[in-house]
Every structure is written in structure tokens, then in C-alpha cells.
């Protein structure tokens, strides 16, 4: 059988269990049948008469045969998404594009203060603003989907190029009356005695505040879970509960919206980092070239006058 008769939609599959390290987790993130996954690489294997995954611990690595295909299909899909672009630009009668997916809490300053600036100097480059959890993004990133990415959270992914920077502290979001309000602050097992509004599991945020509480040998148990930020606000500015995020997020809306912004008092939530995402082998027009430098300058900036005030 010739690779043209291949399913390319088992080949990703292949693809992704490499990058996720497991059938289960490949098709969470696909949102696929882990049973079908499992049953297309099967076939896959049988037709190819030749091993394709093997079992190392908890997790499946690809073999030699599996990483040439997933190889194959990453370089293939990149060439594809390159020329999709540059046919959508022509289409278009634009200057280029650029894809990039940014942090829900980040997008004002990334367009207030990068991308404005950005499109002066390149009004005619097409930007696409996505935003989503640091698993798909790493994940775009590797298939050539996304050019660059801002994230938030505890580590840096593995397997793209990262810049981090110091993002803190992170704090608790609560509404003036509040009894934490008056905290100069906040401890975790305070926070424990409160109401709590947690994030989708695929925040970065939430997995620092998970983290927090599991070292304090507590249970982050929320009484609410967002995926939004403006939903956590929404909710703590009612006074139903506390929120957490950097005081970045919120700073320009505390006195605005009754809120005030409480550091947790904690060693994690001092030295919350962004990650700055980017293929190692994608390589950059001048007009995305320009941009990236402009969010390192960014970021590295904020981050020396964070640190300054600490």
C-alpha cells in the first residue's frame, strides 16, 4: 500500500498521540472516541506491517516508523497551512498574515500596546487573535497553525521555543465589602474559608492556584468555575465569591467595579510566570519577525518594573 492511501486523518491521530504522550489525552483534546483512535492506529500498524506506538510507563512514545510518519504528516500539514495563507493573502489583496493566540487576561495589553503600534508599521499584514488553553496552543504551534502565542501558567511547555517572564503577583479579586478587602495579604487557608471561583481546568491560573492550595495540604473546591475572566469578575463584583488573576488583568477596572485586588501570600503566586510560544523550526516573515521582538520587548519590560516594585 502506497502512503497516498493513507488516511490523513490517521496519521494526525498518530501525530497527536506522540505530542500528548497517550491515546487518552490525544483524543481529549481532539474530542474524539479514544476507541476510534485506538482502532484506526491499530489498522494503521497492520496495513504498514510495522510497529507504530509502544508503551513506556504510563506513557506511549512513538516509534522509529511512528515518528517518520508523524514527522512527515507535521512538515506536510505546516507546507499546507504556509500556502493556505499565502492564498488567502492573494484572495485578499493583503500583506501577509499572522496567527497568534493570546491569554484571555492578556489580550488588552497585547493589542493596546503591541499591536497598535504593530500595525502602524504594517497596516496591511492580516492578524488573526485567538485565545484558548496552553495544551492547544502547543499544539497549534507544532502543526504550523498558530505562528506565536502568549500563555500564562506554572511551566513553559515543552517542544517550542518559550520566553518566560515574571507575571505576578497573583492575587484575590474581591469586592470591596469583603472581608479580605482589608487583608494587606491573603493566606491560603484564609481563602479557604470563603467562597472560591475557580477557572476551566485548562487555565494557567487555576493550575498555579491548585497548586498553592495542594502545598498548604488543602483542596482548591470552588463554589463556581468560569471560563471567561469576565465571568469570575462579574461574579466576585456581586460579592458571591473571590477570583484570582494577576492585578494586571483587572487594574484598570478595580475602582470602576467596586473591587479590590488582595496578594495571595504565597511563594508560587509571587513568582507567576508568561510564556512567550513560537515554533523552533517556523520560520518568521519580516512583518511576524517584528511582532515577536515587539512582545518580547513588551513583556520583558513589565516584567523588570514587576520585579522592581516587589
Not at 508599521?121 to 499544539?139: A, K, R
Not at 498548604?216 to 471567561?228: H, I, Q, R, T
Not at 495571595?264 to 511576524?288: G, K, M, W, Y
Request: proline share 4%; net charge neutral; aromatic share 8%.
Amino acid at each position: 500500500m502506497t502512503m497516498l492511501l493513507y488516511s490523513d486523518k490517521t496519521i494526525r491521530y498518530l501525530y497527536e498521540v506522540g505530542i500528548h504522550g497517550g491515546i487518552r489525552r490525544a483524543a481529549e483534546a481532539l474530542d474524539v472516541d479514544p476507541a476510534a483512535i485506538s482502532r484506526q492506529l491499530s489498522q494503521l500498524a497492520r496495513d504498514m506491517r510495522l510497529p507504530l506506538l509502544e508503551r513506556r510507563g504510563r506513557n506511549v512514545v512513538l516509534t522509529e516508523a511512528g515518528k517518520l510518519l508523524a514527522e512527515d504528516y507535521a512538515q506536510t500539514h505546516q507546507r499546507r497551512s504556509q500556502l493556505e495563507r499565502r492564498l488567502r493573502d492573494l484572495r485578499h489583496k493583503r500583506g501577509g498574515s499572522i496567527t497568534m493566540r493570546v491569554g484571555q487576561g492578556m489580550v488588552d495589553e497585547v493589542v493596546k500596546y503591541v499591536l497598535q503600534p504593530f500595525s502602524q508599521n504594517y497596516p496591511e499584514v492580516f492578524i488573526d487573535i485567538l485565545s484558548g488553553d496552553m495544551q492547544t496552543t502547543v499544539s497549534l504551534i507544532t502543526r504550523g497553525e498558530v505562528d506565536m502565542a502568549v500563555g500564562f501558567g506554572p511551566v513553559g511547555p515543552p517542544g517550542v521555543k518559550c520566553h518566560s517572564f515574571h507575571r505576578g503577583p497573583i492575587c484575590a479579586i474581591v469586592h470591596r465589602e469583603h472581608p479580605i478587602a482589608l487583608y494587606e495579604k491573603v493566606d491560603v487557608a484564609d481563602l479557604a474559608e470563603y467562597p472560591l471561583i475557580g477557572m476551566d481546568k485548562d487555565f494557567g491560573i487555576q493550575s498555579y492556584m491548585n497548586v498553592m492550595f495542594n502545598q498548604e495540604g488543602l483542596v482548591f473546591a470552588p463554589a463556581y468555575s468560569c471560563n471567561l475572566f469576565t465571568s469570575a469578575i462579574a461574579l466576585s463584583q456581586a460579592g458571591m465569591g473571590i477570583a484570582f488573576m494577576t492585578a494586571k488583568v483587572v487594574e484598570d477596572g478595580l475602582s470602576s467595579r467596586n473591587l479590590v485586588a488582595v496578594p495571595v501570600n504565597h511563594r508560587i503566586a509571587r513568582e507567576s510566570q508568561c510564556h512567550l510560544l513560537r515554533s523552533t523550526d517556523h520560520r518568521f516573515t519580516p512583518a511576524a519577525q517584528h511582532l515577536w521582538q515587539l512582545l518580547c520587548q513588551f513583556f520583558e519590560q513589565t516584567a523588570s518594573e514587576e520585579m522592581a516594585s516587589l
